[in-house]
């Protein structure tokens, strides 16, 4: 079974720029999550669809960021503009449904680095 | 608002040594889970608990969960090179839908 597959790996950008993250959840899972890991922390969940509509934005710094999940399948995040404080890994997870019993499993992260 | 937090931040062994770290919940969590999180990589899913007090094992590993469903606790016994990382703890948000994380705790093993 493939995992979850995220793109691109690194991204260097200047502050003021914008970037976007691609992710695609492992076939059948319904819910998927952004999530930013800033350097010595847990990740802290940005936003969670549940198929394309949006279960929990609440994190989500909705003046610079936005997520989309148009076809309830792959999903795109996308930061503009960007700011220093926004270097972190951005990790995409996907579970079968939103219940919390259900494993999340994680994608491999894009490392973003604003300079 | 809910917090997760766990205790040490960082913990250095020597190969051989045990280890363990420590996750307590501001409020009562449904169930509780434990990542593992190699440097340069992803959080893995280790266990999930879910009953008061109790207790899982894997291999080496040993997994509780408190009888008041806001504590946890990961200990590794006879620690490997392998075990490094950074072992996080997560348990549902209020509503249940997603998960909160604990800070987590770095252990870096000496052989």
């Known amino acids: 079974e493939a995992g979850v597959a995220q793109s691109p790996r690194y991204k260097i950008i200047e502050k003021r720029q914008s970037v976007a993250f691609w992710c695609n959840p492992i076939?059948?899972?319904?819910?998927l999550y952004w999530y930013q890991q800033i350097l010595g922390q847990g990740p802290k969940l940005l936003i969670q669809?549940?198929?394309?509509?949006?279960?929990?934005d609440s994190q989500l710094p909705k003046d610079r960021f936005s997520a989309e999940r148009l076809k309830g399948v792959d999903s795109t995040l996308k930061i503009q503009p960007a700011k220093l404080e926004d270097s972190a890994v951005y990790l995409c997870?996907?579970?079968?449904?939103?219940?919390?019993?259900?494993?999340?499993?994680f994608g491999p992260g894009t490392r973003l680095l604003v300079l | 608002g809910q917090q997760v937090m766990q205790i040490p931040q960082y913990q250095h062994v020597q190969e051989g040594e045990d280890f363990t770290t420590y996750c307590n919940s501001s409020?009562?969590?449904?169930?509780i889970q434990w990542y593992k999180q190699r440097p340069g990589g992803h959080p893995v899913f280790l266990i999930q608990?879910?009953?008061?007090?109790e207790v899982k094992k894997q291999k080496r590993l040993t997994f509780q969960f408190g009888e008041a469903k806001k504590n946890s606790s990961l200990h590794i016994t006879a620690t490997q090179t392998t075990d490094v990382g950074t072992y996080f703890c997560?348990?549902?948000?209020?509503?249940?839908?997603?998960?909160?994380f604990g800070k987590g705790t770095t252990l870096s093993v000496s052989s």
């Open positions: 409020t009562t969590l449904s169930n």
């Open positions: 608990l879910v009953k008061s007090g």
């Open positions: 997870a996907s579970s079968l449904d939103r219940d919390s019993l259900k494993t999340q499993y």
């Open positions: 076939s059948g899972h319904a819910t």
């Open positions: 669809f549940q198929n394309n509509g949006v279960v929990d």
């Open positions: 997560a348990g549902p948000n209020q509503a249940g839908t997603a998960l909160i």
